[in-house]
């Protein structure tokens, strides 16, 4: 086989990789696009064609972790939220809890009469150990969860 014939050979196999790997991704983006669409039409359908989504009564979930000692000595976790109820006219409570991942029985924080929006920093908490942040709303008046929403938090050592 002379040098030409090896190039070409060679082109072609590069040529049929490139159009597999072209045709794969056409291939998720037309699979994604059609997941999108479908995830729009969940919800309750008004009769004129326009579709309403369920409502998230959650505005933010965030955390911050801070394994380094500082002036307390101590790790910490600050988990930041803020709920507002989808119906203006519910009363909703507010349980915020911090628990070891591994563990749930080891609850760090737990304060089942939050307010609706806020912070919490729960300090001596393991540095690189994984916690849970989690925030349930449920109706006063009868007791049933209205939503329920986590995140996985940490207070990990940062490199220098």
């Keep these: 086989m002379s040098v030409m014939n090896i190039a070409t050979a060679h082109n072609k196999k590069s040529l049929a990789r490139r159009s597999a790997v ?3 991704t056409a291939g998720l983006l037309v699979a ?3 997941g999108t669409a479908s995830a729009k039409e969940i919800g309750s359908g008004t009769g ?3 579709t309403t989504t369920a409502c998230d009564p959650f505005s933010s979930l965030t955390y911050k972790g801070d394994a380094r000692a500082g002036e307390t000595g101590l790790s910490s976790i600050m988990v930041s939220y803020g709920v507002k109820p989808c119906n203006k006219n519910q009363t909703v409570t507010v349980d915020a809890r911090l628990y070891l991942t591994a563990d749930p029985s080891q609850v760090a924080y737990d304060d089942p009469a939050a307010a609706l929006s806020g912070k919490f920093t729960v300090f001596g908490v ?5 916690y849970i942040a989690k925030i349930t709303l449920t109706d006063a008046a009868t007791g049933a969860v209205v939503a329920s929403k986590s995140i996985y938090a940490a207070a990990v050592y940062k490199g220098v």
Excluded: M, P, Y
């Design 48 to 50: 004129a064609g326009i």
């Design 126 to 130: 393991k540095a690189n150990t994984s």
């Design 22 to 24: 072209v045709a794969l």
């Design 32 to 34: 994604g696009a059609a």
